[in-house]
């Protein structure tokens, strides 16, 4: 019998201090979700870097600064993982404030959805998120995609430079 080998994100997330992590905002409504995707997330080590909101207005506040998020320290997310069909904005107006705010427009964005309708991920795409997930139905695929997920987006992505600019401007 074979011993199981580490994948390579589980040994990315060993040698990388948790200052390189980059913080994620998860945008999600539904509480099984949000656990399920926590878990998934802590076996890379990557959950303590994460933030929950639970709809979209909570999502441009926490982005902006703003309402119960005015005294958030901290720098923008390493990226946002938005649920499409949230209460009060959905993730489709979320996105499209995101990248219509020019403090904010450079942050990837990732919606991570049930939704499989084309006119969704066209507009996903149109309105300029990085990427559009699917969620699984079954549960171990669905901890694996978000394992793969977040550990891209948190660990081996490479940020733009000019957001790196912009994050320095707004520490000034």
């Given at each position: 019998m074979r011993e199981?080998?580490?994948?390579l994100s589980a040994e990315l997330t060993r040698e990388i201090s948790m200052e390189e992590i980059k913080?994620?905002?998860?945008?999600?409504?539904?509480?099984?979700d949000v656990e399920l995707t926590l878990v998934?997330?802590?076996?890379?080590?990557?959950?303590?870097?994460?933030?929950?909101?639970?709809?979209?207005?909570?999502?441009?506040?926490?982005?902006?600064h703003q309402g119960s998020f005015e005294m958030r320290g901290g720098?923008?997310?390493?990226v946002v993982l938005l649920d499409l069909k949230?209460?009060?904005?959905?993730g489709l107006e979320v996105l499209r404030q995101v990248r219509g705010d020019d403090e904010l427009k450079m942050i990837p964005v990732v919606m991570l959805t049930s939704s499989r309708e084309e006119?969704?991920?066209?507009?996903s795409y149109k309105?300029?998120?990085?990427?559009?997930?699917?969620?699984?139905?079954?549960?171990?695929?669905?901890?694996?995609?978000?394992?793969?997920v977040g550990s891209f987006w948190a660990i081996i992505n490479q940020p733009s430079p000019?957001?790196?600019?912009?994050?320095?401007?707004?520490q000034s």
């Amino acid at each position: 019998m074979r011993e199981a080998q580490p994948s390579l994100s589980a040994e990315l997330t060993r040698e990388i201090s948790m200052e390189e992590i980059k913080r994620i905002l998860f945008c999600e409504d539904d509480p099984k979700d949000v656990e399920l995707t926590l878990v998934a997330l802590a076996e890379y080590n990557l959950a303590n870097n994460v933030d929950v909101v639970r709809d979209g207005q909570e999502a441009l506040e926490y982005l902006r600064h703003q309402g119960s998020f005015e005294m958030r320290g901290g720098t923008h997310p390493g990226v946002v993982l938005l649920d499409l069909k949230m209460p009060k904005i959905d993730g489709l107006e979320v996105l499209r404030q995101v990248r219509g705010d020019d403090e904010l427009k450079m942050i990837p964005v990732v919606m991570l959805t049930s939704s499989r309708e084309e006119r969704d991920i066209v507009e996903s795409y149109k309105l300029g998120v990085n990427a559009y997930v699917v969620k699984p139905v079954d549960f171990h695929q669905f901890v694996e995609a978000i394992r793969q997920v977040g550990s891209f987006w948190a660990i081996i992505n490479q940020p733009s430079p000019i957001r790196a600019e912009i994050i320095k401007a707004t520490q000034s």
